[in-house]
């Protein structure tokens, strides 16, 4: 098998007859964020391998609803989980709605390919409230890591952020706005967020790279904020690593269960919604554009006594 171009230059493809990662080019790069590249980088070049093992002499623009179903069908024969397979068909109705766009194909092959029908629950466990403060409690920072370590995990307890979205902040991110220390980032789905700092998280952060300017690190708008604090390498934290702090201290902090860095967006958002703010606010506030998927983060349902129903009926009808 032929190895798939990379998309990154603009090399034209002879077997195929037109300027292949021109084009693969022009539709990864117009997502901003880098997260939304890789996965869509991903699941496209298991579709294009999938082509070149199946359908030799197709390509990309002579693809028609049956090789997309067929591609599905593979997906499925490898166990790709429903929730996996929903996502790549998804990536593959974009690309191809892009070429629709471009005038390169006339119809979306992937616009009436069946996808699963998936209960929007999230799994992540969250954290019960006096669990965050129990967690960030038993960070000790006194020392280096400590002062890192509790900088991340009190942003991540009060912003919701997805992992990368943390790992790769840059100190260009920082800054303010109306008097207050703000964040600025590209969300997932390219939207822009403008985060305020909370007190506890301004402290902390401060804390952290008050430490970090007396060694000597370089915090030009271009180097990242998180780094290790055993080396001077600037490069961002990996996902391992963040899991790696939030397990440990969940652990010293007596957290049962299985959690994981995402448990901090769950708990972030079932706080917000058991405070009373509005579903509306919420999914904005942690940069969802769909409303049904904050809720699905939502761990904690509401107490009996807060039931809806239990309003009905409660003022008798005036008799004549």
Same mark, same amino acid.
């Given at each position: 098998?032929?190895?798939?171009?990379?998309?990154?230059?603009?090399?034209?493809?002879?077997?195929?007859?037109?300027?292949?990662?021109?084009?693969?080019?022009?539709?990864?790069?117009?997502?901003?964020?880098?997260? =939304?590249?890789?996965?869509?980088?991903?699941?496209?070049?298991?579709?294009?391998?999938?082509?070149?093992?199946?359908?030799?002499?197709?390509?990309?623009?002579?693809?028609?609803?049956?090789?997309?179903?067929?591609?599905?069908?593979?997906?499925?024969?490898?166990?790709?989980?429903?929730?996996?397979?929903?996502?790549?068909?998804? =990536?593959?109705?974009?690309?191809?709605d892009y070429l629709i766009d471009m005038e390169l194909v006339d119809k979306n092959p992937a616009e009436r390919v069946k996808r699963f029908r998936i209960s929007k629950e999230v799994k992540t466990q969250d954290l019960k409230d006096e669990e965050v403060f129990q967690l960030l409690d038993s960070i000790d920072s006194s020392i280096p890591s400590g002062k890192l370590h509790r900088a991340i995990m009190t942003l991540f307890f009060t912003t919701g952020m997805r992992h990368r979205e943390v790992s790769h902040l840059k100190f260009k991110n920082l800054d303010e706005e109306n008097g207050f220390?703000?964040?600025?980032?590209?969300?997932?789905?390219?939207?822009?967020?403008?985060?305020?700092?909370?007190?506890?998280?301004?402290?902390?952060?401060?804390?952290?790279?008050?430490?970090?300017?007396?060694?000597?690190?370089?915090?030009e708008?271009?180097?990242?904020?998180?780094?290790? =604090?055993?080396?001077?390498?600037?490069?961002?934290?990996?996902?391992?690593?963040?899991?790696?702090?939030?397990?440990?201290?969940?652990?010293?902090?007596?957290?049962?269960?299985?959690?994981?860095?995402?448990?901090?967006?769950? =708990?972030?958002?079932?706080?917000l919604l058991d405070k009373g703010h509005p579903l509306e606010r919420v999914a904005d506030f942690v940069g969802h554009r769909d409303i049904s998927m904050t809720r699905a983060y939502n761990k904690r349902r509401l107490k009996i006594h807060q039931s809806l129903g239990l309003d009905l009926l409660t003022q008798e009808v005036a008799k004549d």
């Open positions: 098998m032929r190895e798939i171009q990379n998309f990154s230059h603009f090399q034209i493809d002879k077997r195929v007859g037109f300027d292949r990662n021109k084009i693969y080019f022009g539709f990864i790069h117009n997502f901003s964020s880098p997260h =939304t590249r890789e996965a869509y980088m991903r699941d496209l070049r298991k579709f294009l391998s999938f082509l070149e093992l199946k359908f030799k002499n197709i390509n990309e623009l002579k693809v028609e609803h049956a090789h997309v179903v067929a591609f599905k069908d593979h997906l499925l024969n490898e166990n790709s989980s429903p929730r996996s397979v929903n996502r790549i068909l998804a =990536t593959l109705w974009s690309f191809y220390t703000v964040i600025r980032y590209w969300a997932k789905g390219d939207k822009e967020m403008v985060t305020p700092l909370n007190p506890k998280a301004e402290a902390s952060l401060s804390d952290y790279l008050q430490w970090a300017k007396s060694v000597g690190y370089s915090m708008e271009s180097d990242y904020i998180f780094r290790s =604090t055993k080396s001077f390498i600037n490069r961002p934290l990996d996902p391992k690593s963040m899991n790696y702090i939030i397990k440990k201290y969940g652990k010293k902090a007596g957290v049962k269960g299985r959690i994981s860095i995402h448990s901090a967006r769950s =708990t972030v958002i079932g706080m």
